[in-house]
């Protein structure tokens, strides 16, 4: 076994690593960029080396710079993680060069996965079920309209060196190919740096299972826990679970048997996925192989007792694998959520900022929870917003769903955008209770995932409220206590006025940016709110980081998250974040030119329209890149662009304004029209 190992990565997938190396005894080397000096894994590594910029480029896909400090550390091996490096065939073969163990497969293992297309002529001759498509080398956009015909519709477009849901478009008519095809180059030539592209048949309602793998030097190899990852959105895995739901014995036999003929197809070693699109008859077809650990493997360490990083380091310093086929058994369900820093309600739009409060569920053998990052942490738009994973694990899928939805209601997280509301509405979905699902789920199910209001919202508005008036009051006490004159009526808060009922007016700005404009009037009895049409009596008070309401005789505890005129509640329908802002604001904060400003920190990469060109509301003006994802500003109304201010391949900054558009007086334009018309 190794003495040392080096992790070439970053986060979460690293602090995983770290954990099981030290469980073995084996000591760890992290690496850092500029963004992460402070991050977790270098805190818990043995040591550490600093190895460039915040940009991945400039850090983690170094290659030559990672395997120079191995050297250096004196690591025996590296491992890669996911993401980043874990697949680049190039690296795999360096690190073999250079007489250092790499944790996964040979680098010609890598190199035959590595294109899509090319894995597809390989399966192929393993006799491994494919869907009908085109995979060919031949890249003009003549060959590929004309092999889109042939593929028919729907159609999915992908990158053959991709993953992750990048570079890929589903095609409806030959009208769109065309704008598919450019669209998916650009993405595939800025995530991986190729822009090869194949094409296939698109299923309307598949599930995505996928099958554990593993091999090692011996000529053994298995599959473990089949997994769902149906549950998707922009082709990006969201709920992961395994066993996979309603699959008879025989037709796991035949998957995960399908799964080992394509590992012994590129002599396979160390753990990889193979993953297939089930269709509503029980046929299967081959998609993807992943050469690497995916980030869904705890759900199959959870159901099968097994440290699958334990057995990457084993068959990687040449030992036989742990189990034999007849010896792998299944036991409960788990379910993994990936709680991301993002917006659900606006398009998941990734959010960069700090995590000023964190509160975890309590970890225990029916909960776990995979994280790279701690309370204050920044989350940088320089990687992907992933907080944490959170996995569960129970004897049935009923009771581990109960796990699920209990854990997201205990998951406390202010600071930033998140979307712990949304994987808790999938949780308690009924349709995702009964397994009733296939890769459209999100999609299908939008309008009661990522609704606008919630049924709390009134309630926690109120709440809001009565917490924004009691803050006052201690802030008050506080500030008299500390004063010359304690007792002095000009430092109470209390709305006192002659002859008349004391009142508190509240102004609170809330998540979606709305003004909401409270009186909350003392009686002497209780507080009294009037809220759309209802008449609510309010008391409470605050103890440390808990809200003590009572609502029309109603007690409740509340956690709560302050950081200066921000504030977070957080209910069991989810979190509700509110800003303190003067009565007088005005109402005007989502003008509709703010549509023309950078949604977050990013990178022009293209212009759709010219300066003077005419445009409609909702035209696409410019694409504009952020963590790995494009974005479209759209006009928000009829007008002319006047002016860009960024040009391709400028960075841009959160709220910078992209372009001009100037809106069209209609009033002037029927006037012209009219004369000329005369």
Same mark, same amino acid.
């Given at each position: 076994?190794?003495?040392?190992?080096?992790?070439?990565?970053?986060?979460?997938?690293?602090?995983?690593?770290?954990?099981?190396?030290?469980?073995?005894? &084996?000591?760890?080397? %992290?690496?850092?960029? *500029? $963004?992460?000096?402070? @991050? !977790?894994?270098? +805190?818990?590594?043995?040591?550490?080396?600093?190895?460039?910029?915040?940009?991945?480029?400039?850090?983690?896909?170094?290659?030559?710079?990672?395997?120079?400090?191995?050297?250096?550390?004196?690591?025996?091996?590296?491992?890669?993680?996911?993401?980043?490096?874990?697949?680049?065939?190039?690296?795999?073969?360096?690190?073999?060069?250079?007489?250092?163990?790499?944790?996964?497969?040979?680098?010609?293992?890598?190199?035959?996965?590595?294109?899509?297309?090319?894995?597809?002529?390989?399966?192929?001759?393993?006799?491994?079920?494919?869907?009908?498509?085109?995979?060919?080398?031949?890249?003009?956009?003549?060959?590929?309209?004309?092999?889109?015909?042939?593929?028919?519709?729907?159609?999915?477009?992908?990158?053959?060196?991709?993953?992750?849901?990048?570079?890929?478009?589903? &095609?409806?008519?030959? %009208?769109?190919?065309? *704008? $598919?095809?450019?669209? @998916? !180059?650009?993405? +595939?030539?800025?995530?991986?740096?190729?822009?090869?592209?194949?094409?296939?048949?698109?299923?309307?309602?598949?599930?995505?299972?996928?099958?554990?793998?593993?091999?090692?030097?011996?000529?053994?190899?298995?599959?473990?826990?089949?997994?769902?990852?149906?549950?998707?959105?922009?082709?990006?895995?969201?709920?992961?679970?395994?066993?996979?739901?309603?699959?008879?014995?025989?037709?796991?036999?035949?998957?995960?048997?399908?799964?080992?003929?394509?590992?012994?197809?590129?002599?396979?070693?160390?753990?990889?996925?193979?993953?297939?699109?089930?269709?509503?008859?029980?046929?299967?077809?081959?998609?993807?192989?992943?050469?690497?650990?995916?980030?869904?493997?705890?759900?199959?360490?959870?159901?099968?007792?097994?440290?699958?990083?334990?057995?990457?380091?084993?068959?990687?310093?040449?030992?036989?694998?742990?189990?034999?086929?007849?010896?792998?058994?299944?036991?409960?369900?788990?379910?993994?959520?990936?709680?991301?820093?993002?917006?659900?309600?606006?398009?998941?739009?990734?959010?960069?900022?700090?995590?000023?409060?964190?509160?975890?569920?309590?970890?225990?053998?029916?909960?776990?929870?995979?994280?790279?990052?701690?309370?204050?942490?920044?989350?940088?738009?320089?990687?992907?917003?992933?907080?944490?994973?959170?996995?569960?694990?129970?004897?049935?899928?009923?009771?581990?769903?109960?796990?699920?939805?209990?854990?997201?209601?205990?998951?406390?997280?202010?600071?930033?955008?998140?979307?712990?509301?949304?994987?808790?509405?999938?949780?308690?979905?009924?349709?995702?209770?009964?397994?009733?699902?296939?890769?459209?789920?999100?999609?299908?199910?939008?309008?009661?995932?990522?609704?606008?209001?919630?049924?709390?919202?009134?309630?926690?508005?109120?709440?809001?409220?009565?917490?924004?008036?009691?803050?006052?009051?201690?802030?008050?006490?506080?500030?008299?206590?500390?004063?010359?004159?304690?007792?002095?009526?000009?430092?109470?808060?209390?709305?006192?006025?002659?002859?008349?009922?004391?009142?508190?007016?509240?102004?609170?700005?809330?998540?979606?940016?709305?003004?909401?404009?409270?009186?909350?009037?003392?009686?002497?009895?209780?507080?009294?709110?009037?809220?759309?049409?209802?008449?609510?009596?309010?008391?409470?008070?605050?103890?440390?980081?808990?809200?003590?309401?009572?609502?029309?005789?109603?007690?409740?505890?509340?956690?709560?998250?302050?950081?200066?005129?921000?504030?977070?509640?957080?209910?069991?329908?989810?979190?509700?974040?509110?800003?303190?802002?003067?009565?007088?604001?005005?109402?005007?904060?989502?003008?509709?030119?703010?549509?023309?400003?950078?949604?977050?920190?990013?990178?022009?990469?293209?212009?759709?329209?010219?300066?003077?060109?005419?445009?409609?509301?909702?035209?696409?003006?410019?694409?504009?890149?952020?963590?790995?994802?494009?974005?479209?500003?759209?006009?928000?109304?009829?007008?002319?662009?006047?002016?860009?201010?960024?040009?391709?391949?400028?960075?841009?900054?959160?709220?910078?304004?992209?372009?001009?558009?100037?809106?069209?007086?209609?009033?002037?334009?029927?006037?012209?029209?009219?004369?000329?018309?005369?």
């Amino acid at each position: 076994m190794f003495t040392k190992l080096l992790i070439a990565n970053r986060g979460e997938i690293a602090c995983r690593i770290i954990n099981t190396a030290r469980a073995m005894g &084996v000591r760890t080397v %992290a690496l850092y960029s *500029d $963004a992460d000096a402070n @991050a !977790r894994h270098v +805190a818990m590594a043995d040591e550490s080396f600093h190895i460039g910029g915040s940009a991945p480029a400039e850090s983690y896909l170094k290659g030559d710079v990672i395997i120079d400090i191995a050297k250096k550390s004196g690591a025996e091996a590296i491992h890669p993680g996911y993401g980043f490096l874990s697949e680049n065939a190039g690296f795999a073969r360096s690190c073999e060069q250079n007489g250092i163990a790499f944790i996964g497969p040979g680098s010609d293992a890598i190199d035959s996965m590595g294109s899509k297309s090319a894995a597809k002529i390989i399966m192929g001759a393993a006799n491994v079920p494919l869907v009908p498509g085109y995979h060919g080398d031949a890249q003009d956009d003549n060959t590929l309209l004309a092999e889109a015909e042939n593929v028919g519709y729907p159609m999915l477009i992908k990158a053959a060196y991709g993953g992750g849901g990048k570079g890929m478009r589903i &095609v409806e008519s030959q %009208a769109d190919v065309l *704008d $598919a095809i450019n669209s @998916a !180059r650009r993405e +595939a030539a800025s995530s991986f740096g190729n822009d090869k592209l194949l094409m296939e048949r698109y299923l309307r309602q598949p599930r995505h299972v996928e099958v554990q793998v593993f091999a090692d030097t011996f000529g053994n190899t298995i599959y473990l826990s089949d997994r769902d990852c149906s549950i998707q959105r922009r082709h990006q895995k969201v709920v992961e679970e395994a066993p996979a739901p309603g699959l008879s014995d025989a037709l796991r036999q035949q998957m995960g048997e399908a799964a080992v003929a394509a590992a012994k197809a590129i002599d396979y070693v160390g753990a990889g996925t193979v993953e297939f699109l089930l269709d509503t008859d029980d046929s299967f077809y081959f998609m993807e192989m992943n050469t690497r650990l995916q980030v869904e493997h705890p759900v199959t360490e959870m159901v099968t007792g097994q440290d699958l990083v334990k057995w990457q380091l084993m068959v990687a310093s040449g030992s036989e694998l742990p189990l034999k086929q007849d010896e792998v058994s299944i036991h409960g369900h788990s379910f993994e959520v990936r709680i991301y820093a993002e917006d659900p309600r606006n398009e998941f739009l990734p959010a960069a900022g700090k995590l000023n409060f964190l509160r975890e569920p309590d970890q225990n053998r029916h909960v776990r929870i995979d994280s790279g990052i701690r309370e204050n942490d920044v989350i940088s738009n320089f990687y992907d917003p992933m907080i944490s994973k959170l996995i569960v694990w129970d004897e049935s899928r009923p009771r581990a769903l109960q796990r699920l939805t209990h854990a997201l209601s205990s998951y406390q997280i202010s600071g930033l955008k998140h979307n712990i509301e949304f994987l808790a509405n999938i949780a308690e979905h009924p349709a995702f209770a009964e397994a009733d699902f296939c890769t459209d789920f999100i999609e299908r199910y939008a309008s009661s995932l990522i609704g606008d209001v919630t049924n709390e919202s009134d309630n926690a508005l109120a709440l809001a409220g009565l917490y924004q008036v009691l803050s006052r009051q201690e802030t008050a006490k506080v500030n008299a206590t500390n004063s010359e004159d304690p007792y002095s009526p000009w430092g109470q808060v209390s709305g006192f006025r002659l002859n008349s009922a004391s009142v508190h007016h509240v102004a609170l700005l809330d998540d979606v940016q709305m003004l909401q404009n409270l009186v909350i009037t003392d009686l002497g009895d209780a507080l009294h709110l009037g809220l759309n049409g209802q008449a609510l009596k309010l008391a409470g008070s605050i103890v440390d980081d808990m809200l003590l309401a009572e609502i029309n005789g109603h007690k409740s505890k509340v956690p709560v998250s302050h950081e200066g005129d921000d504030f977070t509640l957080f209910l069991p329908s989810g979190s509700y974040h509110f800003k303190a802002v003067q009565a007088q604001v005005a109402e005007d904060t989502a003008d509709s030119a703010d549509k023309l400003k950078a949604p977050m920190n990013g990178t022009v990469v293209t212009h759709l329209v010219e300066v003077g060109d005419s445009v409609t509301e909702g035209q696409g003006l410019l694409v504009m890149e952020a963590m790995k994802m494009e974005y479209t500003i759209e006009a928000p109304f009829d007008g002319v662009v006047s002016e860009f201010y960024f040009q391709s391949g400028e960075l841009v900054t959160d709220g910078a304004q992209l372009l001009n558009v100037e809106a069209l007086n209609v009033e002037a334009l029927n006037v012209e029209v009219a004369e000329k018309e005369a």
